[in-house]
Protein backbone atom coordinates (compact mmCIF):
# COMPACT_ATOMS: atom_id res chain seq x y z
CA UNK A 1 0.00 0.00 0.00
CA UNK A 2 1.26 3.61 -0.95
CA UNK A 3 0.16 6.31 1.61
CA UNK A 4 0.10 9.77 0.61
CA UNK A 5 0.83 13.28 1.72
CA UNK A 6 -0.07 17.22 0.69
CA UNK A 7 0.12 20.02 1.88
CA UNK A 8 -3.54 21.11 2.07
CA UNK A 9 -2.80 24.21 0.27
CA UNK A 10 -1.83 22.79 -2.97
CA UNK A 11 -2.37 25.37 -5.49
CA UNK A 12 -3.75 23.75 -9.16
CA UNK A 13 -2.29 26.30 -11.39
CA UNK A 14 1.56 25.38 -10.18
CA UNK A 15 3.03 21.95 -11.41
CA UNK A 16 2.89 19.34 -8.63
CA UNK A 17 5.91 17.87 -8.16
CA UNK A 18 6.46 13.56 -6.44
CA UNK A 19 8.68 12.39 -3.96
CA UNK A 20 8.44 8.61 -3.18
CA UNK A 21 10.03 7.38 0.25
CA UNK A 22 10.75 3.69 0.88
CA UNK A 23 11.08 2.05 4.40
CA UNK A 24 10.04 -1.01 6.03
CA UNK A 25 9.97 1.06 8.99
CA UNK A 26 6.38 2.69 7.76
CA UNK A 27 6.20 4.65 11.48
CA UNK A 28 9.26 6.77 10.13
CA UNK A 29 8.60 6.82 6.33
CA UNK A 30 4.84 8.67 7.17
CA UNK A 31 6.38 10.61 9.71
CA UNK A 32 8.68 11.80 7.02
CA UNK A 33 6.67 12.06 4.14
CA UNK A 34 4.47 14.17 6.45
CA UNK A 35 7.50 16.44 7.72
CA UNK A 36 8.10 17.23 3.69
CA UNK A 37 4.47 18.56 3.02
CA UNK A 38 4.71 20.73 5.80
CA UNK A 39 7.73 22.45 3.86
CA UNK A 40 6.47 21.72 0.27
CA UNK A 41 3.44 23.36 -0.98
CA UNK A 42 3.29 21.60 -4.31
CA UNK A 43 4.28 18.15 -3.54
CA UNK A 44 2.84 15.04 -3.12
CA UNK A 45 4.47 12.58 -1.02
CA UNK A 46 4.06 8.78 -1.78
CA UNK A 47 5.11 6.46 1.51
CA UNK A 48 5.86 2.78 0.80
CA UNK A 49 7.00 -0.07 3.16
CA UNK A 50 7.52 -2.11 0.59
CA UNK A 51 9.92 -1.84 -2.57
CA UNK A 52 8.52 -3.99 -5.34
CA UNK A 53 5.52 -2.33 -4.50
CA UNK A 54 6.92 1.65 -5.27
CA UNK A 55 9.04 0.07 -8.24
CA UNK A 56 5.86 -0.94 -9.41
CA UNK A 57 4.43 2.48 -8.93
CA UNK A 58 7.21 4.27 -11.31
CA UNK A 59 5.96 2.34 -14.02
CA UNK A 60 2.73 4.48 -14.15
CA UNK A 61 4.14 7.89 -12.29
CA UNK A 62 7.55 10.01 -12.75
CA UNK A 63 9.02 10.58 -9.58
CA UNK A 64 11.03 13.85 -8.83
CA UNK A 65 12.87 12.40 -5.66
CA UNK A 66 13.46 9.10 -4.25
CA UNK A 67 14.22 8.05 -0.74
CA UNK A 68 15.01 4.81 -0.31
CA UNK A 69 16.53 3.05 3.02
CA UNK A 70 19.37 0.59 2.50
CA UNK A 71 17.90 -2.07 4.56
CA UNK A 72 14.89 -3.39 3.10
CA UNK A 73 13.82 -7.03 3.14
CA UNK A 74 11.91 -7.87 0.09
CA UNK A 75 14.02 -5.66 -1.83
CA UNK A 76 17.53 -3.82 -0.78
CA UNK A 77 17.65 0.19 -0.79
CA UNK A 78 20.74 -0.65 -3.05
CA UNK A 79 18.83 -2.49 -5.71
CA UNK A 80 16.08 -0.26 -5.54
CA UNK A 81 18.13 2.54 -6.20
CA UNK A 82 19.66 1.33 -9.14
CA UNK A 83 16.27 0.20 -10.65
CA UNK A 84 14.95 4.02 -10.83
CA UNK A 85 18.37 5.11 -12.29
CA UNK A 86 18.04 2.76 -15.27
CA UNK A 87 13.75 3.59 -14.76
CA UNK A 88 13.84 7.50 -14.80
CA UNK A 89 17.66 9.19 -14.69
CA UNK A 90 16.72 12.25 -13.96
CA UNK A 91 15.25 11.00 -10.39
CA UNK A 92 16.85 12.43 -7.83
CA UNK A 93 17.93 9.56 -5.67
CA UNK A 94 18.73 9.72 -2.02
CA UNK A 95 19.82 6.50 -0.02
CA UNK A 96 19.14 6.66 4.14
CA UNK A 97 20.44 3.90 6.71
CA UNK A 98 20.13 3.77 10.32
CA UNK A 99 23.17 1.42 10.54
CA UNK A 100 27.12 1.61 9.78
CA UNK A 101 29.63 -0.57 7.93
CA UNK A 102 28.30 -2.67 5.13
CA UNK A 103 25.40 -0.85 4.50
CA UNK A 104 27.68 2.27 4.55
CA UNK A 105 29.65 0.87 1.59
CA UNK A 106 26.66 -0.15 -0.31
CA UNK A 107 25.28 3.12 -0.39
CA UNK A 108 28.67 4.62 -1.14
CA UNK A 109 29.17 1.93 -4.04
CA UNK A 110 25.91 2.92 -5.90
CA UNK A 111 26.55 6.24 -5.55
CA UNK A 112 23.14 8.19 -4.88
CA UNK A 113 22.81 11.64 -5.26
CA UNK A 114 22.83 12.46 -1.18
CA UNK A 115 23.07 10.19 1.40
CA UNK A 116 21.60 10.57 5.26
CA UNK A 117 22.24 9.08 8.34
CA UNK A 118 18.70 8.70 10.47
CA UNK A 119 18.99 10.70 13.20
CA UNK A 120 16.31 12.59 15.26
CA UNK A 121 16.54 16.21 13.82
CA UNK A 122 15.21 16.17 10.39
CA UNK A 123 16.68 19.24 9.63
CA UNK A 124 19.59 18.81 7.52
CA UNK A 125 17.60 16.11 5.65
CA UNK A 126 14.87 18.07 4.73
CA UNK A 127 17.53 20.70 3.08
CA UNK A 128 18.60 17.82 1.29
CA UNK A 129 15.29 16.77 0.02
CA UNK A 130 14.04 20.54 -1.41
CA UNK A 131 17.70 20.80 -3.06
CA UNK A 132 17.50 17.67 -4.64
CA UNK A 133 14.16 18.88 -6.07
CA UNK A 134 15.80 21.45 -7.31
CA UNK A 135 18.60 19.12 -8.85
CA UNK A 136 16.06 16.77 -10.43
CA UNK A 137 14.13 19.22 -12.63
CA UNK A 138 17.56 20.88 -13.80
CA UNK A 139 19.08 17.45 -14.46
CA UNK A 140 15.67 16.82 -16.47
CA UNK A 141 16.20 19.74 -18.90
CA UNK A 142 19.25 18.69 -19.53
CA UNK A 143 18.74 14.96 -20.31
CA UNK A 144 15.74 16.40 -22.05
CA UNK A 145 17.54 19.19 -24.44
CA UNK A 146 20.93 18.24 -24.23
CA UNK A 147 20.62 15.20 -26.08
CA UNK A 148 19.26 14.85 -29.88
CA UNK A 149 16.98 17.97 -29.07
CA UNK A 150 20.13 20.31 -28.14
CA UNK A 151 19.76 22.55 -31.27
CA UNK A 152 15.75 22.76 -31.23
CA UNK A 153 13.30 24.79 -29.96
CA UNK A 154 10.75 23.12 -28.17
CA UNK A 155 7.90 23.19 -30.92
CA UNK A 156 10.22 21.43 -33.22
CA UNK A 157 11.29 18.99 -31.17
CA UNK A 158 8.32 17.77 -30.37
CA UNK A 159 7.32 17.33 -34.10
CA UNK A 160 10.71 15.13 -33.95
CA UNK A 161 9.84 12.89 -31.41
CA UNK A 162 6.63 12.58 -32.54
CA UNK A 163 7.47 11.25 -35.96
CA UNK A 164 9.77 8.25 -34.51
CA UNK A 165 13.21 8.15 -34.39
CA UNK A 166 15.50 8.61 -31.18
CA UNK A 167 12.92 9.21 -28.91
CA UNK A 168 13.28 10.90 -25.11
CA UNK A 169 12.67 7.98 -23.97
CA UNK A 170 16.10 6.79 -24.56
CA UNK A 171 17.46 9.28 -22.31
CA UNK A 172 14.14 10.13 -19.78
CA UNK A 173 12.81 6.79 -19.62
CA UNK A 174 9.64 8.46 -20.62
CA UNK A 175 8.70 10.10 -23.77
CA UNK A 176 7.15 14.08 -23.28
CA UNK A 177 3.38 12.68 -23.70
CA UNK A 178 3.97 10.32 -21.14
CA UNK A 179 5.43 12.67 -18.75
CA UNK A 180 2.25 15.02 -19.12
CA UNK A 181 0.24 12.15 -18.43
CA UNK A 182 2.21 11.65 -14.82
CA UNK A 183 1.77 15.34 -14.11
CA UNK A 184 -2.02 15.19 -14.91
CA UNK A 185 -2.21 12.05 -12.27
CA UNK A 186 -0.20 13.99 -9.53
CA UNK A 187 -2.42 16.72 -9.43
CA UNK A 188 -5.54 15.06 -9.35
CA UNK A 189 -4.06 12.93 -6.97
CA UNK A 190 -2.92 15.50 -4.56
CA UNK A 191 -6.49 17.53 -5.25
CA UNK A 192 -8.23 14.65 -4.35
CA UNK A 193 -6.33 13.74 -0.97
CA UNK A 194 -6.96 17.59 0.24
CA UNK A 195 -10.56 16.73 0.26
CA UNK A 196 -11.67 18.14 -3.11
CA UNK A 197 -14.91 16.49 -4.37
CA UNK A 198 -14.11 13.64 -7.19
CA UNK A 199 -16.59 15.23 -9.86
CA UNK A 200 -14.50 18.76 -9.27
CA UNK A 201 -11.49 17.22 -9.18
CA UNK A 202 -12.05 15.72 -12.75
CA UNK A 203 -13.53 18.53 -14.14
CA UNK A 204 -10.66 20.58 -13.51
CA UNK A 205 -7.54 18.87 -14.30
CA UNK A 206 -9.45 16.25 -16.97
CA UNK A 207 -12.27 18.03 -18.02
CA UNK A 208 -14.09 14.57 -17.54
CA UNK A 209 -14.45 12.81 -14.34
CA UNK A 210 -14.85 9.25 -16.37
CA UNK A 211 -11.60 9.99 -18.06
CA UNK A 212 -9.99 10.95 -14.61
CA UNK A 213 -10.89 7.82 -13.17
CA UNK A 214 -9.99 5.56 -16.30
CA UNK A 215 -6.12 7.20 -16.05
CA UNK A 216 -5.97 6.35 -12.14
CA UNK A 217 -7.53 3.50 -11.91
CA UNK A 218 -4.00 1.66 -12.67
CA UNK A 219 -2.82 3.31 -9.31
CA UNK A 220 -5.47 2.15 -7.13
CA UNK A 221 -5.56 -1.26 -8.28
CA UNK A 222 -2.26 -2.80 -8.97
CA UNK A 223 0.06 -0.13 -6.71
CA UNK A 224 -2.24 0.11 -4.07
CA UNK A 225 -2.51 3.70 -3.59
CA UNK A 226 -4.63 4.97 -0.80
CA UNK A 227 -6.29 8.43 -0.64
CA UNK A 228 -7.08 7.33 3.03
Known amino acids: MLQLYVNQQVDSAVECRTALI ?16 ESNQNLLVFCSENAENALKCADHLYFDLLVADMDMPDLPGDQLLNSF ?14 HGGDYLYRAGFIRPHGFFAKSPDMTPFLEMVNLGLSESEKRRKLLSWGNRFSNMDPQTAAISESQGG ?5 YMGYSRREFQISRQRTMALALLKTGMEEETVGKQVYHDTQAMKRSLSDLFDLCQVTLK
Not at 166 to 170: A, D, F, G, K, N
Open 85 to 98: RRKSPSTHLIAMTG
Open 166 to 170: TTLRE
Open 22 to 37: VDDDISLCLLIGQSLV
